[in-house]
């Protein structure tokens, strides 16, 4: 269970990052971009966005200091959908309802790393690092 919950996380910030932002399958993430940040400069912005996620996608998977890992992926989930659902509610897949999802993917993050991976035996858990 923990390995699966794992891996998902890793996919939804490679499959966000990479599909959604760099290859730009799905534009209402650059428009949101444009609508919060820059319209001018929205496609460059969306692309870093999306290079950031890759990276933390691949620093997630290798497990390096996964509780401060946690806790700011948490920060960065929580308060990019607050902004959103201020600012540019309209272009969200369901509307300000998309904060409900943040909450559930902030949850499952904290699981995986707090509640299913604080066995001292694993490999990069234990203390917080």
């Known amino acids: ?13 490679l499959i966000n990052g990479l599909y959604c932002k760099i290859f ?3 534009p209402r993430h650059q428009e949101i971009v444009g609508e919060i940040l820059s319209k001018e400069h929205a ?4 692309i870093i966005i ?8 691949i620093w997630i998977f290798f497990r390096r200091y996964p509780k401060p890992t946690a806790i700011f992926q948490i920060i960065l ?8 659902f201020f600012l540019a509610p309209n272009l969200l ?6 904060l409900v999802f943040a909450i559930l993917f902030a ?23």
Request: contains cysteine; proline residues 2%; aromatic residues 14%.
């Open 50 to 57: 999306g290079f950031m996620e890759i990276l933390l996608g």
């Open 43 to 46: 496609r460059t912005l969306t």
């Open 93 to 98: 897949l369901w509307g300000r309802f998309n």
């Open 107 to 129: 949850c499952l993050i904290f699981l995986e790393a707090f509640v299913l991976s604080s066995s001292p035996h694993q490999k990069g858990y234990g203390k917080l690092q």
């Open 24 to 26: 730009n399958q799905v």
């Open 1 to 13: 269970m923990e390995k699966l919950l794992h891996y998902f996380i890793v996919l939804v910030w």
């Open 77 to 84: 989930v929580l308060g990019m959908n607050v902004i959103e």
